[in-house]
């Protein structure tokens, strides 16, 4: 791969635009049904909680993998990452007057929550069940 290709791939700035592009444009969609400028606001939340999550994600995994032994080193951050973006996202949409909160969160919470179980199952892997 190219070098600069690497690197603008591993870019933590790329990381959080495309997020919000994303699921901003996600939640544009999941919101198409309703009168502008509605779906454009659900899409400018959501993104700008995308990008935040994109931020903070892979940190809190970090924390709360090295928090837990045994079999709940697998499931528990996951799990509690999952519910934290589900509370964040559900809080944050109803305050903020979003009319399909479940369509516009549905697909985030799915990325976020499988890249939360996939990074959390790689680096507990690798330090065993019993560590």
């Known amino acids: 791969m190219p070098n600069a290709l690497h690197r603008l791939l591993s870019s933590g700035v790329v990381h959080v635009l495309f997020a919000f592009l994303a699921m901003g444009s996600w939640a544009v969609f999941a919101n198409r049904a309703h009168a502008m400028p509605l779906p454009l606001y659900a899409g400018l939340v959501q993104g700008t909680i995308s990008a935040c999550l994109t931020l903070f994600l892979k940190s809190v995994i970090d924390w709360l993998s090295k928090r837990f032994v045994g079999s709940a080193r697998f ?3 996951p799990v509690i ?3 934290g973006s589900a509370s ?14 479940l369509k516009t969160i549905a697909f985030p919470l799915l990325v976020s929550t499988s890249y939360a179980a996939i990074y959390n199952y790689s680096i507990s892997a690798r330090r065993g069940f019993d560590t």
């Open 75 to 77: 499931w528990a951050p």
């Open 81 to 83: 990452a999952c519910l």
């Open 88 to 101: 964040i996202l559900v809080a944050i949409h109803a305050a903020t007057g979003t009319p399909e909160i």
